[in-house]
């Protein structure tokens, strides 16, 4: 921790990418939950469908996948690689460059949610999904013992509820996606 007081200027050349990092990582996470249909429509809706909006369908109706594998690709997929990874996350922080672990983890999550954009089947969003688990699991440890690493002791609480805040910014982002979903298609 720097022994003199940080500087606001200082704390957001650090900060601010970081926070975009972590928005980003949470609107990846969380976009997944807006981009599924599962409401029921009759035979009529279905056949008054337009060829046009046939394009811009849920990711659930596009990929053919049900309510269940969803289950699996919001929670599980994603859940049980990031909390394994989590664990080896924090050591390799405490041990490694923490500005790369960051970069590379968040490489590999913006990596997988492209290739989530591409996937032309639900085995393939759900393999993107564990890959993006065990990455968005680098970026938090490494952030904060940066953060903490660089910012002076009367300004670490403030810089890290900035950091923080991503949580809820990348959640809100996310609900967005159901608006792009709609306009422009879950791809």
Do not use: H
């Amino acid at each position: 921790t720097s022994s003199s007081s940080s500087s606001l200027k200082e704390i957001l050349i650090l900060i601010f990418p970081l926070l975009l990092i972590y928005i980003s990582n949470q609107w990846s996470r969380y976009s997944i939950s807006y981009l599924v249909d599962f409401s029921t429509t009759t035979n009529a809706d279905a056949a008054a469908t337009s060829a046009a909006s046939a394009a811009f369908q849920a990711m659930n109706v596009d990929l053919q996948f049900t309510q269940s594998q969803y289950g699996l690709l919001a929670s599980t997929a994603f859940t049980i690689l990031f909390a394994l990874s989590s664990l080896l996350a924090g050591s390799l922080a405490d041990k490694y460059d923490r500005k790369l672990l960051t970069l590379g983890s968040c490489t590999v999550w913006s990596l997988a949610t492209l290739f989530t954009s591409q996937a032309s089947s639900y085995e393939e969003v759900l393999a993107a999904r564990v890959v993006m688990g065990g990455a968005c699991a680098f970026a938090v440890p490494a952030a904060y013992t940066l953060i903490a690493d660089t910012v002076s002791k009367d300004k670490l609480a403030f810089s890290n509820s900035i950091y923080g805040s991503g949580v809820y910014l990348g959640g809100a982002l996310a609900s967005l996606s159901l608006l792009l979903d709609e306009s422009i298609g879950w791809r």
